[in-house]
T-cell receptor, first 114, second 112 residues
């Protein structure tokens, strides 16, 4: 049981390049999310999904696309990278049990856009 | 503009002391308030959470206090240990969805 895996761990992009951050979970969780973490800003929700085929925008969705074709995978696409997208990106999978929202985060991808 | 305001930004506590981190929110539709702990180089991990129908929840050395009328909640870490040194985030969400809003984080250092 690997939990939530993210690839790559580190990535450097040039402005204007596109790329996909991969996220996979093997816990059969319905919910998955993408966050970015910036110093002094906490974590900000980019996009989330409540099940295969269903996605929605979070707090800071501009410049990012997602899709969820399977329960396991939730890739995040940067369409045209900008320096403002330099950040640490975390994927999370989660479920509700009783009254608790159990959210499991991946190890993160550190992205630098030059 | 952050929907959840967290303070202080950093906190230094002696071993055995009490660490207190505070959060405030504006959106009265929020109905779930978790706290996360994050160690350097790792993703956050759920520590403890509370619903607004209770004023306090305790799990081991960690306690959440919740004040619905003031729209504030806080994390108390009793008998703080050097191993508790980490960044702590409060968060809030509404309904049974995963649209969660986080505070800016508090870096806690517990000195031996």
């Amino acid at each position: 049981n690997a939990g939530v895996t993210q690839t790559p761990k580190f990535q450097v992009l040039k402005t204007g390049q596109s790329m996909t951050l991969q996220c996979a979970q093997d816990m059969n969780h319905e919910y998955m999310s993408w966050y970015r973490q910036d110093p002094g800003m906490g974590l900000r929700l980019i996009h989330y999904s409540v099940g295969a085929g269903i996605t929605d925008q979070g707090e800071v969705p501009n410049g990012y696309n997602v899709s969820r074709s399977t329960t396991e995978d939730f890739p995040l696409r940067l369409l045209s990278a900008a320096p403002s997208q330099t950040s640490v990106y975390f994927c999370a999978s989660s479920y509700w049990v009783a009254d608790s929202y159990e959210q499991y985060f991946g190890p993160g991808t550190r992205l630098t856009v030059t | 503009q952050q929907q959840v305001k967290q303070s202080p930004q950093s906190l230094i506590v002696q071993k055995g002391g009490i660490s207190i981190i505070n959060c405030a929110y504006e959106n009265t539709a929020f109905d779930y308030f978790p706290w996360y702990q994050q160690f350097p180089g790792k993703g956050p991990a759920l520590l403890i959470a509370i619903r607004p129908d209770v004023s306090e929840k305790k799990e081991g050395r960690f306690t959440i206090s919740f004040n619905k009328s003031a729209k504030q909640f806080s994390l108390h870490i009793m008998d703080s240990q050097p191993g508790d040194s980490a960044t702590y985030f409060c968060a809030a969400s509404r309904g049974n969805n995963n649209d969660m809003r986080f505070g800016a984080g508090t870096r806690l250092t517990v000195k031996p």
